[in-house]
């Protein structure tokens, strides 16, 4: 089953770390969303500042466009081994524009439609070869009919500071660059490209990456400390936040070591600050320590847990969504935790956002999911209804006999910090008392469990719902949670614009997840769980906590995600 | 005014009668009420082993974190409200194997936090083993050939790091050790007390006695703001001074974050500006 | 039900830390199991070097006893808290035999048969209270029947380097212990306890501890390196490896933190040696990065885990099985491992034997989970039949053109070590080629996450049966694993000599288990998982592994281990 | 004999053009050569960083391990076997940072490894971060305000640590670096070189040329055994020293742990005494 693609144009920058596809990639997709289109742009690259080879896929449509596919219409080479490197993905429709030097010899660009277009003696011509960025953007934008004058004020905004002449050298660059697709366009080379409509209040949404929703979100939670040690893909949300921290009066702090990065969150949160850890597998794992402590004191603390492929260093800059069991089960002891799983850039937005209510609330470790492919990726969206949103505090006004854990009905045990009341703040790592003394009584010790777990409960009754999408009597169901929403849920609807009996059902919380649920999965003949991992850990947590057994497995875990079109073949062998 | 018996905790105290700790305890009490610095004021925190129950045995705010960790829980807590008092205690092995990476780092930040390492050359709590400076040729039960590694000399190596404030005490001399504490008190920036004290179940040969014979005080017109002169009195070998080796005085962490600079409220007292955040949400526009 | 014990008599030493009771243990334990008798003990204590209120319980018997009851029949106070600190143990059979100053106003003993017995004034009547656990010794020692002779022999093997002066006189306090003995038992002051018949071979028989077995398996397994950093109850594993260190060439090192350990039985292991990190749950958390590099790099690693009640320092030196999910997840990304949980001293002997043998045959980690309860337990038992094990190894001699990670059909690639033939030897933390180099090639990546879970099935194939005790077709099936064996196992048994249908398994290896085991479950008609924990882990693991659902989950997570009589109780309660 | 390309590896190298750890390489692949030492009695140990990628360019034994823990591989290979000379590779991140407290005590081990630490006083892997030794002021995506934390001083904290062997080197004067690289692997003990290596893509201050003009040679008659002495070259500011600061012989971590005294066989060679077992064992009759 081939999907048709008739409203959006694939288009793939490809070529060495160093040579700027992202500066083109922020260039065109900017103008292109301002000139009132829908975009989508999503990043691969290899673990090196230079050479290599990087692709960048931006899709653009008059309708909205938020998942991956793997067609490429238009592919922009920048080395000699672009080409094959996106081979997979070339077709007779492809299109190929840019120096034929680089390509009109290799065995696979021979199916596509070759242009030649040499953005580098352009670039030459105006004064330099560090312009030709600037001329691939104005042939894209050109063949694409962005509107010129955006990417004037985005150039003018951009080199500013180096002065005018390089100012007005982009500038020429661009309009030689709109001048060549004028000519391409006339030239008749091109295949027939859906032609869009542009509106004008997608020119005013907003266009931002996993990694700016999450960061966002953080900020709208009322974070004002941020520990981290970088670590891709998670370094990208301490840099925002770095970049805000007067703005917004936030401690960023560049730990030497993970383990300080969480026991300074923890220290934070103590002395009423509001903490984000921001962090990768690896450095999670030596975290892990430290989520125990906040789990025995009951420290509310909140971690982005940005996903990469591993075991050890595994593949730094692709994506998988391996540690979902690792961020449920790490830690030694048992205590109670919150996963988020966002889905959309909304979704990153309000759990990242709800994410330290949750855990001040409930003072328990709450962590955010997402993954590599999940920060890297963009899109344009209309707003993040930040209005509708809400620092919620709850720490007390002690008085002086204040006792930190002192037990009640829902095991939530009123906060205070020190410096607010008379009271005193004691937390200590070890099993204690409601006044915070180490004890060894057993029964002491069973209570103290106990009250935690209740905590579990009540954050287990006010779960986030799973989104069901579809009919609730189709006869199958596809499940599956965090980053892979967009792709599955397109998937999902062109099957069942194919005519097939199926629903979707995405959980962007992962647990605790009530056993309430069930009724999701009642009518469903088979249901099916798309995981981006090599053992799909979300479907035996969905056994465990609900007790659903899944007919199939849908696994991908060769570090790259799910393409529209791979998931539209894979689901479809198991919905006939 | 803060009173003789606000500190005091109404607990029973778990260390082995003569312990080093005690004195140590008592001095920190009796300092603290001296300065007038009230219980609310201040915040101690402490790793795992015998020195981090201190935290347990003195009335106030307190954490009693993980083993080696305790230094990034104090800096924090300094960072997110700098009117608190922060005292960050523990042992040899907390601080210096388990924590020694906390250690290095923490002093680069230079928060104004007072840092007192109950220094016993050896691991108390978990009974007897060496600890990073334990004394070449000790035998203990792990340490079965006697102890090989180079001790660790944190004096020499805060200095190296260039610490802003750092001292060495002696839990036996418990006016000049008050006043050492005074001064890292009053510094302004990270301030380190390496303060020998007796573990008298397992450590046979560092005893009071010990100590005593095998120290004595800087003199009285040593000046401790030349680096080079203070490693170099920090890597005497023989006798072991005592006092105030080094003072380094420059910005804290504190001030560099600059988020203090013209607003003084701790983070906990401080709203979020819906104005400020959505005009960060419109610039993705 | 009660229980009778008629074949055996609990004693149990209560006082502070520092007031020598190991030392009683030890003599008194050993006299008795060199007199001929079966001999139990195991050791309660809080987490301080002095003061404080510590146990021993000692049960002795002409028959086999490893198994932990509550009942005391004799109480040795040697503070004036000891009583209270037992007092739910006690009852009108109870005998305290002590200086009745510590005890005589004490409500909790009034039930009690009271002897007033003053160790310490004899002692200084020989010349220094020092000598008052000699005393104890000689008393305890006489009511029970141990021969004098053998703790003359402790006692001059102990002393000696401290003078003939001391050990006469310990010699002396022991004899004044055994006539005070001979006249409480005259003044038919004692209640009538079960008279014992001693047996020759059980002389000869080992006594030994939990720490012992595992410590002696790793060097039956060929461990040359140990690696540690100091926590309760991990430590005496490392300690007992350092005592033998010349003995039998190990590396024993107590290394700077536990990240430090694992990475260096790494490096280790990579040389050609065969090493082994102790710990407990917290260090176990810092060493889950390390445990994900064996994962990816192919590499042997042994780990003992002696689990105690977390989360975070918790109870340092109390008792659960609390971190078999933690053992069994973290690390980040997914990669197989092998889980063991010795239930007996035998197993612990030949499980950590063994699991040299499989990390090296495998290539991948082997964790022995233990815990405070069974490192600090002691029993008699004829052998550990190290004849019948072997250091197995799977070195190969390599060949120049040698390559790592060599696809094969079992998953398994020939191991090399530097120094061993021709070939180099690379490993590496990132997704790599067969040959050790960096990739990021999906296929590669995917067929390299196949391979090392081609060796899971290969383990699970290969898994150790569960012991299964009583008849196959018995309505109630127990299960259990770990150190909870023998309190369960006697438990059942005692439910079966009242006539229930119920049998009992066990498991010792607790990953991967073989799917195959469903038949052990098959007629049971109702299916109770007994954990030392608060959530029931293994329960749920049964569930993922073999698809197994329990009915029943008895659980105890007060930081200390079941009793015999408490199972009973609660298993009672769900058997009929 | 070692032939001059037996180092080589048919592989792509990642590193940036210009990268200071092309020379480093090359220099060390000729050192190695000219020492005649064979790739098969070798093994490079590295963490990760764009320095830890250095294993891969070079044919021979390595590990390419986790970011800031090679030096415990390390060390552990060495006394597994201590006939295979073991380098330890890595940047100054990954040492000094995620891998600080390693340093910290692998220095007071004193096995007898070489540390070449690639201190180009930036994260280069990870695209521009400050690391430890990054100077004062220095503005980064992350650390917008400027570095405010006080550089860290590895020749400093390692001679006040009593490291046996402790130089400072830089790519860019290749005869020289050989020359202490020499004498590195040629000394009895751990062996730390500094070694100044210019990020080409992200530091722009710490260039070829700044290393050339801000780094002078100390003295010939320098005399590299006195511990106060090299502590002082060891924190001059201004131009800063190359060469080998101090140099302090004694036991190292092999011969400590005595197992190789009367067998010099590795582990690896060495079978298991089934008597000795079992006479332990019945030592429990
Ligand atoms: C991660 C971790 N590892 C090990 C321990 C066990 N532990 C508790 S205290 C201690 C050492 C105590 O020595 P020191 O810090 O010198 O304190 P002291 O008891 O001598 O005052 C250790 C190793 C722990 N609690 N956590
Ligand atoms: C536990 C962990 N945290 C973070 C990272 C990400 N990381 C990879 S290299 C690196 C820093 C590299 O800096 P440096 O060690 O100075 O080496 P360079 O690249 O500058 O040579 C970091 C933080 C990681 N791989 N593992
Ligand atoms: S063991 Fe040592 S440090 Fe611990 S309480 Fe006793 S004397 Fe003090
Ligand atoms: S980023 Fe810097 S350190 Fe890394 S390869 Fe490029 S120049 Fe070298
Ligand atoms: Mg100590
Ligand atoms: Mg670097």
Known sequence: MTIEFKDSISIVLCGAAGQGIATVETLLTSALKKSGLHVFSTQEFMSRVRGGTNSTTIRVSTNRVQSFCER???????????????????????????????????????????????????????????????????????????????????????????????????????????????????????????????????????????????????????????????????????????????????????????????????????????????????????????LSLAGITEMPIVIHLAQRPGPATGLPTKTEQGDLELALYSGHGDFPRVLYAPGTLKEAFSLTQQAFNVADRYQVPVIILTDHYFINTRYNLPSLDEEKTQVERYIIETEREYTRYQFTDDGVSPRGIPGKGEGFIRVDSHTHTQDSQITEDPIIRKNMVDKRFKKLELLR???????????????????????????????????????????????????????????????????????????????????????????????????????????????????? | MVDTTDYDRDVEIHWCPGCGNYPALKLLKETLVEEDIAPKNAVIVTGIGQAGKFSHFIDGNMINGLHGRYLSNALAIKASNPKLQVFAISGDGCTFSEGGNHFLHTIRYNPSIVNIVHNNAVYGLTKGQASPTSELGVKTGVQTLGVYNTPFNPIAVAIAQNASFVARAFVGHVEQTKEVLKKAIAHHGYALIDLFSPCVSFNRINTYQWYRENTYYLEDDYSPFDQKEAIGRALERGKLPLGIFYINERPTYEENIQIYKNDSRPLWQRELSKEKLTSLINSFR
């Open chain 1, 72 to 290: 490429i219409d238009i592919l922009v080479p920048f080395t000699r081994e672009a080409v094959s490197h996106v081979k997979a993905r070339l077709s007779s429709n492809s299109c190929i524009i840019g120096d034929k030097k680089l390509f009109q010899d290799n065995v696979d660009a021979q199916s596509c439609i070759m242009i030649d277009v040499n953005y580098e003696s352009v670039a030459e011509e105006i004064g330099h070869r560090v312009y030709s960025n600037s001329v691939a953007v104005g042939v894209l934008a050109g063949i694409l009919g962005a509107e010129r004058e955006y990417i004037t004020g985005l150039l003018t905004d951009r080199f500013q500071s180096k002065g005018e002449k390089i100012v007005s050298n982009n500038i020429d660059a661009v309009t030689r660059g709109y001048k060549l697709a004028d000519e391409i366009k006339a030239s008749d080379q091109l295949p027939s490209l859906p032609s869009f409509s542009t509106q004008p209040s997608v020119g005013s949404e907003l266009f931002l990456s996993g990694r700016d929703a999450v960061a966002i979100g953080a900020i709208a939670g009322g974070c004002n400390y941020v520990t981290f040690y970088p670590m891709a893909p998670s370094t990208g949300v301490g840099a925002f936040l770095a970049k805000n921290r007067l703005e917004f009066g936030i401690v960023t702090d560049q730990t030497e070591d993970e383990i300080s990065a969480i026991n300074k969150a923890f220290g934070a949160w103590y002395a009423g600050a509001r903490a984000l850890v921001t962090t990768s597998g690896g450095g999670f794992a030596l975290m892990t320590e430290g």
């Open chain 1, 461 to 576: 009754g006010s779960a986030i719902k799973p989104t069901l999408v579809g009919n609730p009597e189709s006869e199958i169901l596809i499940i599956s949670w965090g980053s892979t929403f967009h792709n599955v849920n397109d998937a999902v609807l062109e099957l069942r614009n194919k005519g097939y009996s199926v629903a979707y059902l995405h959980f962007s919380q992962v647990y605790p997840i009530p056993k309430s649920v069930e009724i999701y999965f009642k009518n469903a003949k088979k249901r099916i769980v798309v995981e981006n991992n090599a053992t799909g850990q979300f479907a035996s947590l969905l056994n465990l906590e609900v007790g659903i057994q899944i007919d199939k497995q849908v696994l991908k875990y060769t570090g790259y995600p799910f393409s529209l079109e791979e998931l539209v073949k894979e689901l479809k062998k198991e919905v006939q």
